[in-house]
DNA sequence: TTATAATAAGACTAAATCAGTCCAATTAAG
DNA sequence: CTTAATTGGACTGATTTAGTCTTATTATAA
């Protein structure tokens, strides 16, 4: 059970932004470098996350890239599910048709609430929170 | 972010040993067929299991497998664990060695908690509730 | 008005993992 | 001593992952 290496990285890159100045566009050269994250790779993260609406991306000499909301309204969510295709915790979860086995929609059901459980704290999670340094979130401390 | 077939399998054929009568012992051949898990693949996995002390085996004419305790003792986290081999949501979590990057631990402060509330639920929840049909289950309903 | 510094899009690839199979050995019952 | 079962481990094909490469496209500045 993990996350996809680009879902990990692309938070790093994005509280990587969320630490720096808003004012400015910063390269994929310079992203890079600072989190040595392969720069071919997260090229290939921004885009996503520009699709999604998360990122800013700017064309051309002086270009690069800002966060395209504040830290305080980009959510853990926000950066993950774009970066993780299958989301389905088990089979049944997956895939479109109803499962054939009685049994297993007993731990489907299970598997079903602990997965919302999970998507719920990255629902309510923000970039900012993370910097703060997590005193509150994860729905216990 | 998926756990393995092998671990869905494994729940599967657990619950289904576990609504089937206590004093008996059921053949692979019996439960693949029942569960519509390939056989050769069921006998790693109870395997497995036999090994983390799940389930009992026994060889030989009239063997079989069967629950070694029952399923009000059999927590989710002792089905799913011993089946999943690499359990850390992220590389930080997995990885002995500490990250060199600042930005990314704070990411991985939250994933650690993150991940903790996830195995808590599966610890907390017996093979038993499963079957009564998960009403209290999941911490929130 | 062209050279340059950037991202965009998408094809491609090597390696790892996953899901599943096969087979020879072992064990116990009848 | 034959048969019905699991054990252990090697093996395999397919898929996914992580990452790269290449060819546009775009914007700025000289």
Partial sequence: M???QG???G???VLYL???SEDRRYSLDEISRA???PEEFLRKIFQTLVKSGVINSFKGRGG???LARSAKDITVAEVIKPLEEEMGLVRCLREKEDCPRSSECMASNFWRKTQQNFFE???STTIKDLIEGGKQNARKD
Same sequence: chains 1, 2.
């Fill in 18 to 20: 969320s630490q720096k």
């Fill in 64 to 66: 690069g890239v800002s």
């Fill in 7 to 9: 879902a990990d990285y």
């Fill in 121 to 123: 704290i990255l629902n």
């Fill in 2 to 4: 993990k996350l996809t």
């Fill in 35 to 37: 989190t040595e994250i």
């Fill in 11 to 13: 938070m790093a890159a």
